[in-house]
């Protein structure tokens, strides 16, 4: 049986162009598109850290170790051939903070969110408010952590579990300054408070104002890392910030605390991932 040639139309929406007797069709250009995106995202997640020069000397690594097998040295060879059998675990080493960072941005995706994020119930909101509306006035300081799509897990277990029904009462007694569990944060997941006097990472951005103290800092730090929201109350003046997607925003109202709150609870979550603006 003989085989019946492509028409020529076929062949044409396969094949561009070709490069000298190669020819390169619709696949290559979506292959090396997809491919240059890739690396660019990573080069964007890597800059401005150490991990550009060890990626740099990786790469050297592998050139050295293909110019060893292309000359045919035996002994340089076998070397880097079992040098290779751990490369994969190494780079997975190497660059675990970035690629946790990478995970946390996928997590942020707003497809992802609208799979996994849970409204709150109106009840929580009342509770929080009420809670900040007092640690407010009476000048405590608090810090309270709200998961979304990213899990708290790690931060959770640094902390004393509680697993409690969120209620006004409760966080005040906790943030209440004789109280032991007053240092640290308290993370709600879900519909219950998780845990009390957990520990969350502290943000090093020097943009932040350098007279915040460590609850601001930890807030922006745990925000930088999840997609939690965190709401802070200082014990100095009794101002109430929010802290989201890594930025800080102070001296905020009950009613923009509140806005920003449901906001970012919402099923109707903007695309854009950006906080949702203050209620005028």
């Not at 509770?127 to 810090?143: C, I, T, Y």
């Not at 408070?193 to 460590?214: N, Q």
């Not at 802070?232 to 930025?247: L, M, Y």
Request: with cysteine; aromatic share 6%; charged share 20%.
């Amino acid at each position: 049986m003989s085989l019946v040639p492509a028409p020529p139309s076929a062949l044409l929406f396969l094949e561009v162009f070709r490069i000298g007797f190669v020819p390169v069709g619709w696949l290559d250009l979506l292959d090396i598109a997809l491919t240059a995106v890739l690396v660019y995202q990573g080069y964007r997640l890597i800059r401005g850290t150490i991990a550009v020069q060890v990626a740099v000397a990786l790469l050297g690594i592998y050139a050295l170790s293909e110019v060893v097998r292309a000359i045919g040295l035996t002994t340089l060879n076998t070397l880097f051939g079992a040098v290779g059998d751990v490369f994969v675990l190494a780079v997975l080493i190497l660059f675990a903070p970035e690629i946790r960072q990478a995970l946390f941005l996928l997590g942020r995706n707003p497809l992802v969110r609208r799979l996994v994020t849970q409204p709150p119930r109106q009840k929580i909101t009342d509770e929080v408010v009420g809670a900040l509306r007092e640690m407010s006035r009476d000048r405590v300081g608090s810090l309270i952590a709200f998961a979304r799509s990213s899990g708290l897990r790690n931060y959770v277990e640094s902390g004393t579990q509680i697993h409690a029904e969120v209620e006004r009462d409760l966080l005040t007694s906790i943030f209440f300054p004789n109280s032991p569990l007053h240092d640290g944060a308290v993370i709600v997941q879900g519909q219950k408070i998780e845990a009390a006097r957990c520990i969350l990472p502290v943000s090093d951005a020097r943009t932040l104002d350098p007279h915040l103290g460590l609850r601001h800092r930890a807030a922006v730090g745990l925000t930088e890392r999840t997609d939690a929201f965190v709401v802070v109350t200082s014990e100095e003046t009794g101002k109430i910030s929010v802290a989201e997607n890594g930025k800080l925003d102070v001296d905020l109202s009950l009613d923009e605390v509140e806005a920003r709150f449901n906001a970012a609870f919402s099923p109707a979550r903007r695309d854009d991932d950006e906080p949702a603006p203050p209620a005028p």
